[in-house]
């Protein structure tokens, strides 16, 4: 089909050529020249017909090459705005994965943040489970070492301290 178009796009110009041609060939040469100029009744009457028919073919011609060029032109803003949307597109996708980037980054902050809180938690607890446990075993060695009422008292706190935590575990 587009080989169609293109060869009618190009009649216009080459019928004008050949009107053009033969005004030429009717104005400047007569049946001396060319036999078959004797056979027209009227060349200078043909040559005016060519004429007018020349300017009407002129005027296609103009209509079909404004046509194209107004095809042309359209085409090329059809692609300017394809361009500019796709870099819209692109600079959308880009902030959209930059957001994403940051998003991500604010994540692993505050997993990093959360597992420190649990690092520092966990040694908090294991610190207090080691002093109650050293508590423990002073209470003990200081109640074996010598039974004395204070003593016992002392390790009957560890005993209910030590039943307390215990329970908060």
């Not at 007569?30 to 007018?52: A, H, K, M, Y």
């Not at 996708?93 to 420190?116: G, S, T």
């Not at 690092?119 to 508590?135: K, N, S």
């Amino acid at each position: 089909m587009s080989r169609w178009i293109n060869l009618l796009a190009l009649l216009p110009n080459t019928t004008l050529t050949l009107l053009i041609i033969g005004i030429a060939f009717l104005r400047f040469y007569d049946e001396t020249d060319f036999l078959i100029l004797g056979q027209l009744t009227s060349p200078r009457l043909w040559s005016n017909r060519l004429t007018v028919a020349t300017f009407v073919v002129a005027v296609v011609n103009l209509g079909v090459e404004w046509n194209r060029r107004n095809r042309e032109t359209d085409r090329l803003d059809e692609a300017e705005q394809r361009r500019s949307e796709e870099e819209r597109r692109r600079a959308e996708d880009e902030a959209r994965r930059a957001a994403e980037r940051a998003e991500d980054e604010r994540r692993r902050r505050e997993n990093r943040a959360r597992a420190a809180a649990r690092r520092a938690e966990e040694a908090e607890r294991q610190t207090r489970r080691a002093r109650v446990e050293v508590e423990r075993d002073l209470a003990l060695l200081n109640f074996l070492a010598e039974s004395s009422e204070r003593n016992r008292h002392i390790l009957q706190q560890t005993i209910a301290l030590l039943t307390e935590y215990r329970d908060s575990l």
